[in-house]
Nanobody, 127 residues
Framework: QVQLVESGGGLVQAGGSLRLSCVAS????????MGWFRQGPGKEREFVAS????????YYADFVKGRFTISRGNAKNTMYLQMNSLKPEDTAVYYC????????????????????WGQGTQVTVSS
């Protein structure tokens, strides 16, 4: 099994910044992609950003381009999401995801690809 622990969420005013972190532990794999997803109140879970094993390929949802930056730490089991210029509509629970394949932009993994989810961290942006 893989355990994912997110941290860094909180309450921030519009225009502010937060940095989310995710640490993966437990069963190890040779390589894996990681990603961030979010679920706002009354909404379905949606893709935010994803990154490959080396950090050389990054993908973003259109609504966060230019504001959010995804990265991986030197220890490849860690991942970050720097969120700047936050808006009230960014309010959501943010989930960390590990995917045993290439990074993707869909909530559901491609057929045959195993993935894991964290418990989520709440981000609230006040206007």
């Amino acid at each position: 099994q893989v355990q994912l622990v997110e941290s860094g969420g909180g309450l921030v005013q519009a225009g502010g910044s937060l940095r989310l972190s995710c640490v993966a532990s437990g069963r190890t794999f040779s390589t894996f992609a990681m990603g961030w997803f979010r679920q706002g109140p009354g909404k379905e879970r949606e893709f935010v950003a994803s990154i490959n094993w080396t950090g050389s390929s990054k993908y973003y949802a259109d609504f966060v381009k230019g504001r959010f930056t995804i990265s991986r730490g030197n220890a490849k089991n860690t991942m970050y999401l720097q969120m700047n210029s936050l808006k009230p509509e960014d309010t959501a629970v943010y989930y960390c995801n590990v995917r045993l394949g290439p990074p993707s932009t869909t909530v559901q993994p491609p057929p045959g690809v195993l993935d894991y989810w964290g418990q989520g961290t709440q981000v609230t942006v006040s206007s």
